[in-house]
């Protein structure tokens, strides 16, 4: 099995930083992509970072600029520096991980727990 776990959110307010970390453990071949989504109550997930195992980031527009998503590859880890924060980035952020466990099986998408973020105006 496959463990993400989240950390660092709160409250800050607007204008202010938050560093969000997500470290993976458990038993498996290599993680390609790791990401962060962002879900608020009533809408669906949506993506806000991406990483890919060599390093390629992507962005979603409305973070561009204030975000930088980042990986140890050693410590199967991903974290996300936000900066600037806005009233409108207040969600509960998730980490993901796509994850080959063994070489000879397709990779799958693991999830973290969530993270609440807020801030506030």
């Known amino acids: 099995q496959v463990q993400l776990v989240e950390s660092g959110g709160g409250l800050v307010q607007a204008g202010g930083s938050l560093r969000l970390s997500c470290a993976a453990s458990?038993?498996?071949?290599?993680?390609?992509?790791m990401a962060w989504y962002r879900q608020t109550p009533g809408n669906e997930r949506e993506s806000v970072a991406t990483?890919?195992?060599?390093?390629?980031?992507n962005y979603a527009d409305f973070v561009k600029g204030r975000f930088i998503i980042s990986r140890d590859g050693a410590k199967n880890t991903v974290s996300l520096q936000m900066n600037g924060l806005k009233p409108e980035d207040t969600a509960v952020y998730y980490c993901?991980?796509?994850?080959?466990?063994?070489?000879?099986?397709?990779?799958?998408?693991?999830w973290g727990q969530g993270t609440q973020v807020t801030v506030s105006s």
């Open positions: 993901n991980a796509n994850v080959k466990r063994v070489s000879y099986f397709p990779a799958t998408d693991y």
């Open positions: 990483i890919t195992s060599g390093g390629i980031t």
């Open positions: 458990g038993s498996f071949f290599r993680i390609n992509t």
